[in-house]
């Protein structure tokens, strides 16, 4: 918008000759507003206010309440699982589990509990099923669509590294009935390509 008002200002003289007079300076540099910054950048500055008032007024004081209303109302830039690993770290934290590091940001924490939380159910489901946990990691890091999950038969391979011994006893398990063993592997591939499409799951 101000750079249009910016071009629609007369240049050179008037129809009078005199020049147009102009009560301030403009400068014609326009900065385009990184808001992912700013966001970043806000939810940060609540972040350490919650830090410093949880060390120096205690969890059960009001402004500590404060602060904790004011860093979750700074979360609305995070996505929803964004969100729900920040309130695991801020319990951590609350804990006592966590020393934190002041040179990390809170969405460096974020994503390290993000990034612990995926490893922990690819090894999860790995271990359930008894397949190939680098083939799986492989594809989990492949952008893998319904359209491409069996390009050069990637899916085919993996799911041919199913323990079916393992997977029928899972799944016996959680449904409290007896399988067949090619229902029980049907259930597998199915869990599997689930697991692979929604980019991980806890189970």
Do not use: C
């Not at 979750?72 to 609350?94: C, G, M, P, T, W």
């Not at 029928?168 to 398990?173: A, D, S, V």
């Not at 597998?188 to 980019?199: D, M, P, S, T, V």
């Amino acid at each position: 918008m101000w750079g249009q008002r910016y071009k629609e200002l007369p240049s050179g003289s008037s129809e009078t000759g005199e020049s147009p007079n102009i009560p301030f300076e403009i400068v014609g540099h326009l900065t385009e507003i990184d808001t992912d910054v700013i966001d970043t950048n806000y939810m940060n500055s609540r972040f350490d206010k919650y830090l410093k008032t949880l060390k120096t007024e205690g969890s059960e004081s009001e402004e500590f309440k404060k602060a904790l209303e004011e860093l979750h109302k700074s979360f609305a830039s995070l996505s929803r699982e964004e969100q729900k690993y920040a309130n695991i770290f801020l319990n951590d934290v609350l804990r006592g589990d966590v020393v934190v590091n002041e040179n990390n940001t809170l969405r460096d924490y974020i994503t390290q509990y993000q990034t612990d939380a995926k490893n922990a159910e690819i090894l999860h489901i790995s271990k359930i099923l008894g397949l190939d946990e680098r083939k799986l990691r492989d594809m989990m890091n492949s952008n893998i669509t319904p359209g491409n999950i069996n390009e050069y038969g990637r899916f085919d391979d993996l799911k041919n590294t199913i323990d079916k011994e393992k997977a029928k006893l899972y799944f016996e398990r959680i449904e409290g009935t007896s399988l067949s063993q090619f229902r029980a592997n049907i259930k597998a591939q199915n869990l599997l390509r689930e697991f692979i499409l929604k980019g991980g799951f806890e189970l």
